[in-house]
């Protein structure tokens, strides 16, 4: 079994087909997914999928991109929210510098948000982080100075120090459909040294679909392409990086509950 752990089921792409879309990745061995929010007016759209799909869950944050959107969202809003039985994680959130399409002291003052409700309701904080490697780790040196949180860095394409530096903190990586193409060498070789027990895969779905399906829109199915690659990239059995995976999702996402 497999767990996708993170996808945007209600994305378009995803959403119009949403059954067939869920379908398709169960016969592929999908076990459960993880339906990501980026957005206020999202969050009762992935916990009804939630609420709806018993191998579903979600999850409530904002996403960088949309930081200037939500600037007065405060900690009580994502509290109340978290406080639903389907949603078992915090995010996504977290810094893009990429795009720069909110102001990054709103970005830096919104991640730090996020991380105070994962402190206090010991739900996984689920990253963005994108052109930002240093800020992204001086905020998560200084939050876990006031108080531990567990985390993870969603769709890992950032440097080896980068990725040893969070490892040290304590989090866990997931590893998308990028990790399959032909010009991620630099990538390929963090993948192989990841720990066993702190990797998960993922699709961002509708995004990033792997090879061989890429220039396609991505599903949760596609995880299985992701999964055998970083299997073969590190010399173990799909088998093997399954049950490590969906292990590690449930060590993680520790409200979760197999469906």
């Given at each position: 079994?497999?767990?996708?752990?993170?996808?945007?089921?209600?994305?378009?792409?995803?959403?119009?087909?949403?059954?067939?879309?869920?379908?398709?990745?169960?016969?592929?061995?999908?076990?459960?997914?993880?339906?990501?929010?980026?957005?206020?007016?999202?969050?009762?759209?992935?916990?009804?999928?939630?609420?709806?799909?018993?191998?579903?869950?979600?999850?409530?944050?904002?996403?960088?991109?949309?930081?200037?959107?939500?600037?007065?969202?405060?900690?009580?809003?994502?509290?109340?929210?978290?406080?639903?039985?389907?949603?078992?994680?915090?995010?996504?959130?977290?810094?893009?510098?990429?795009?720069?399409?909110?102001?990054?002291?709103?970005?830096?003052?919104?991640?730090?948000?996020?991380?105070?409700?994962?402190?206090?309701?010991?739900?996984?904080?689920?990253?963005?982080?994108?052109?930002?490697?240093?800020?992204?780790?001086?905020?998560?040196?200084?939050?876990?100075?006031?108080?531990?949180?567990?985390?993870?860095?969603h769709c890992f394409t950032a440097s080896a120090q980068f990725g040893q530096q969070v490892l040290d903190l304590g989090l866990s990586i997931s590893l998308s459909g990028i990790v399959t193409f032909k010009n991620a060498k630099d990538l390929q070789a963090v993948a192989a040294t990841i720990p066993e027990d702190r990797l998960l895969v993922?699709?961002?779905?509708?995004?990033?679909?792997?090879?061989?399906?890429?220039?396609?829109?991505?599903?949760?199915?596609?995880?299985?392409?992701?999964?055998?690659?970083?299997?073969?990239?590190?010399?173990?059995?799909?088998?093997?990086?399954?049950?490590?995976?969906?292990?590690?999702?449930?060590?993680?996402?520790?409200?979760?509950?197999?469906?």
């Amino acid at each position: 079994m497999l767990i996708d752990s993170h996808c945007h089921l209600e994305y378009e792409g995803l959403a119009e087909d949403q059954p067939a879309v869920l379908a398709r990745a169960r016969a592929a061995g999908l076990g459960g997914f993880l339906n990501i929010s980026t957005r206020q007016r999202e969050w009762g759209q992935v916990v009804a999928t939630a609420e709806r799909e018993l191998d579903v869950w979600a999850s409530i944050g904002i996403h960088p991109h949309e930081a200037d959107q939500h600037a007065d969202l405060g900690e009580g809003a994502l509290l109340e929210a978290a406080a639903h039985p389907r949603v078992i994680g915090i995010g996504e959130t977290g810094l893009d510098y990429y795009y720069d399409k909110s102001d990054r002291a709103v970005q830096q003052a919104l991640f730090r948000t996020h991380i105070a409700v994962a402190r206090e309701t010991g739900l996984p904080i689920i990253i963005h982080t994108r052109e930002a490697e240093s800020d992204t780790v001086r905020i998560l040196e200084d939050e876990m100075g006031k108080g531990a949180f567990p985390a993870l860095i969603h769709c890992f394409t950032a440097s080896a120090q980068f990725g040893q530096q969070v490892l040290d903190l304590g989090l866990s990586i997931s590893l998308s459909g990028i990790v399959t193409f032909k010009n991620a060498k630099d990538l390929q070789a963090v993948a192989a040294t990841i720990p066993e027990d702190r990797l998960l895969v993922e699709t961002d779905s509708p995004f990033l679909a792997p090879i061989p399906h890429r220039g396609r829109p991505c599903e949760p199915a596609y995880t299985v392409e992701t999964a055998r690659f970083i299997a073969d990239l590190r010399g173990i059995s799909y088998e093997q990086l399954a049950r490590s995976t969906t292990g590690n999702f449930f060590a993680l996402f520790q409200k979760a509950k197999r469906a």
